[in-house]
Nanobody
Framework: QVHVEETGGGLVQAGGSLRLSCAAS????????MGWFRQAPGKEREFVAT????????YYTNSVKGRFIVSRDNAENSVYLQMNNLKPEDTAVYYC????????????????????WGQGTQVTVSS
């Protein structure tokens, strides 16, 4: 059974930074990608960023481009989300997902692309 765990959320003022971590363990992992989604109260879970394991390509939703950076640690089977210049509209529960190869790479922005999810970590940005 694959286990995914996010850490690093918290409360920060607008303009501040946070770094989220996501570690995957268990099962026989052959990563295709590890990505981040977020869900604000009353809204659908939305794509934030992802990193493709083969080649290292990264993708971001437009609203975080230039502010967020996704990176990885191959040895630890982990992915990170460095969030800079945070805005109140970034407030949400952030979820990490791992994709193990069921779908084509072109599905990276869709929830169905990811096979396992963590429980989420709360990020709150005050104005």
């Amino acid at each position: 059974q694959v286990h995914v765990e996010e850490t690093g959320g918290g409360l920060v003022q607008a303009g501040g930074s946070l770094r989220l971590s996501c570690a995957a363990s268990g099962g026989t992992l052959s990563n295709q990608a590890m990505g981040w989604f977020r869900q604000a109260p009353g809204k659908e879970r939305e794509f934030v960023a992802t990193l493709m394991w083969n080649g290292g390509s990264t993708y971001y939703t437009n609203s975080v481009k230039g502010r967020f950076i996704v990176s990885r640690d191959n040895a630890e089977n982990s992915v990170y989300l460095q969030m800079n210049n945070l805005k109140p509209e970034d407030t949400a529960v952030y979820y990490c997902g791992i994709a193990l190869g069921r779908y084509s790479d072109s599905y990276w922005h869709m929830r169905i692309f990811y096979d396992f999810w963590g429980q989420g970590t709360q990020v709150t940005v005050s104005s």
